[in-house]
């Protein structure tokens, strides 16, 4: 195994000041929104990235006996980066795809030993690159390993499906009738649900579980009168659910995605303007050289003017803070190594 694996795997989230995260799914108009919040203390950068088409990849690790996962994006993708390029936190694709990340103590993910390996962050860039259904995003695990850490995820799709992914015991998928209400925040899914029936909350003494299901019970509260679904007004009404529903002590990011319109949305705690990006107005092909920008970036409204040509130095300097934040050593050696690799991927159209 490459070194980068044994970085790779330490990543986002085991700090627990991260714990706060949210994703909800609300109808609208036969199609979803989809809001999350990136809650905890102190000061995280970002970078928004703007993912071609055309462009062949494969896995971090590299093995003799041929475990090695490649392929070509399929789709373009807008994402949000905690870590570095390649390494998604959140993102939409030109399919309608949303994917949300949500961190959870009790996780633990199955390992297959004849199947390749992908971080969890870069798993979530894949299935954006090649997967336009839930259907095609559960098939993933019968041919990667999905090293999540303590991450699990929130997704939808443009047919209507909808689906919350854990690792306990296994993969865990909830679906259809076992996933009746499209929230998640940072307890297993099961207990929140639970708690929800019975109408009670988790004892105050344990702290972390009260705050994070008084969350889910709050965000429910707050959608279930409507069914989950939204009015007119439904950006404002889903960055409003999310700000009653944020961690201590604000949003680092909000984001809302309009699977309708094609569009998402966010504001962060350093710009509290909000600024969106309309996928339909992107050029995902890789003669275009327009590919990130500082989440901070912009004034209110169309994002697009923000982005510019790809920055290895902004790249490095997200990955170096992320990893000083996380309080993990690493030396500027190894995250150039990986940074490099990533950068290495090249275009075959």
């Not at 865990?172 to 009746?180: K, L, R, T």
């Not at 339909?280 to 923000?306: L, P, R, Y």
Request: hydrophobic fraction near 35%; include cysteine; proline fraction near 3%.
């Amino acid at each position: 195994m490459k070194l980068i694996a044994l970085i790779c795997f330490l990543l986002p989230f085991l700090n627990n000041d991260l714990y706060g995260c949210s994703a909800i799914i609300a109808a609208h108009n036969g199609s979803f929104v989809v809001g999350a919040n990136l809650d905890g203390e102190g000061i995280w950068e970002g970078l928004v990235f703007i993912n071609k088409t055309g462009v062949e990849k494969q896995t971090d690790f590299e093995y003799d006996d041929g475990k090695t996962l490649q392929w070509v994006s399929q789709y373009g993708s807008v994402t949000f980066n905690l870590l570095c390029r390649e390494y998604a936190q959140y993102g939409m694709n030109t399919e309608g795809l949303i994917v949300t990340t949500v961190s959870c103590l009790n996780s633990c993910q199955p390992y297959q030993k004849d199947l390749p390996e992908l971080n969890g962050n870069f798993w979530v860039q894949y299935i954006l690159d090649k997967c336009k259904s839930v259907k095609e995003v559960k098939e993933t695990f019968s041919k990667i390993n999905v090293l999540a850490g303590n991450d699990r995820y929130m997704i939808c799709d443009r047919f209507g499906g909808s689906i919350i992914i854990e690792f306990h015991d296994g993969v865990v998928f909830y679906e259809n009738e076992n996933m009746p209400i499209p929230i998640l925040t940072n307890q297993l899914y099961q207990k929140s649900i639970m708690h929800v029936a019975n109408n009670t909350l988790p004892s105050s003494d344990k702290s972390f579980d009260f705050i994070t299901t008084k969350r889910f019970i709050r965000a429910n509260d707050e959608l279930k009168p409507t069914e989950y679904t939204l009015g007119d007004n439904k950006i404002s009404r889903m960055f409003g659910i999310l700000k009653k529903i944020q961690g201590y002590p604000e949003s680092i990011w909000r984001i809302v995605f309009d699977q309708q319109e094609a569009k998402v949305y966010f504001m962060t705690h350093a710009n509290k303007s909000q600024r969106f990006i309309n996928l339909d107005e992107i050029d995902f092909s890789c003669q275009s050289d327009k590919v990130m920008a500082n989440i901070d970036a912009g004034e209110k409204g169309d994002f697009i003017t923000e982005l510019t040509k790809y920055s290895y130095p902004k790249n490095y300097e997200l990955y170096q803070t992320t990893m000083n934040n996380l309080g993990r050593e690493i030396t500027n050696k190894a995250i150039e190594r990986h940074i490099n690799y990533l950068d290495s991927f090249n275009c075959i159209n």
